[in-house]
Every structure is written in C-alpha cells, then in structure tokens.
C-alpha cells in the first residue's frame, strides 16, 4: 500500500466515525427529548388551566371550592380541596417557577406528585378545605373544616395518548 492510498483510506475511516458520532449525537439528543419534565409538557401546562381541564379529561374543579363539578367526578367525605380558585392559580403558578421540584419524565400513565409547601415559594398562604360531609347527589360539600395544607398533590394521566393534569388537591 503506498502512502497516498494509506492516506486516502485514513480520510475514510475517519469520515465514517465523524458520520457515526453525528449519527450516535442525534439518536442522544433525541431520545433526550423525552427525559422533559412531566410537569412541563405542553398537553399538561394547557390541562391545569381549568377551562381546559375538563374537555382534555381531567376533574381539577372537583377539588376546587365552588366550581362546577366534572360528572362522575363529585366530592366525598374526606375530600379535600382549595378554597378557592385563586388559591389553586396561586399554586399552579408556584409550580411552573418551580418545577425543578417535578423534574421527573412522564413514565407510564399515570404519575401522582407531591410537592410540600416548602418547596413553592408564594403558595404558604393557600388554605385547604376537608369535606368532612358531602351531598352524595350533588357533590356538593355540605359539612366542612380549613386546614393548612402540607402540600399538594398533581395527579398526571396520559389520556388519549396526551399527557394531562387529572387534577390536584392541597394534603394536610
């Protein structure tokens, strides 16, 4: 083999490792895409907003005192719940500045999360509400005590191949 072929053989192989590199690089990086935080996924930051949670399949207003209430999704005893809108918006936005706290991909379908107060700057004033006696009909909470929440509790669904925000409750 003269030197000029070595050379030109050498030029090959390299090319063919730069090309695997680039080619390894890209799987890498793609396969990364799907290590994203569950919590800020497009389908599951659309899905916390309650006028989109319910036609998406989630039941945040369940947990949320005075809204409307998804059919098949009615308070129990024991149940708890934000006193108000306001207090789960407040929340919510605690998360999104700080979802390193939910820094886990989306595995499965379904994920609970918890996030204790201490962990969402902003939210140490939401008041939770225990249900301790419900209208078994309406599902409307008839009997019911404050308390100040530990932390709070996002339940992600994969639903119909999206993954959502099913709902979220404050926990004592």
Not at 107 to 112: K, L, S, Y
Request: aromatic letters at 8%.
């Amino acid at each position: 083999m003269t030197r000029e072929n070595f050379n030109i053989e050498m030029k090959k192989i390299i090319s063919l490792i730069f090309i695997c590199a680039v080619l390894l690089g890209s799987v890498s990086i793609s396969s990364g895409g799907n290590k994203q935080s569950c919590i800020d996924q497009p389908s599951v930051r659309a899905s916390a907003s309650i006028e989109n949670n319910s036609d998406m399949g989630g039941h945040i207003t369940k947990h949320i005192r005075g809204e409307t209430q998804v059919l098949g999704h009615r308070l129990k005893d024991g149940d708890t719940m934000y006193d108000s809108l306001g207090d789960y918006q407040t929340v919510w936005s605690a998360v999104t500045e700080n979802f390193g706290v939910f820094g886990a991909p989306c595995e499965g379908n379904e994920m609970d999360t918890h996030a204790s107060i201490e962990n969402l700057l902003g939210a140490e004033n939401v008041m939770g509400i225990r249900c301790l006696s419900a209208n078994w009909k309406s599902g409307v909470c008839v009997d019911e005590e404050p308390f100040d929440p530990s932390g709070f509790v996002f339940v992600l669904r994969k639903v119909d191949g999206k993954w959502i925000m099913l709902t979220s409750y404050p926990v004592q």
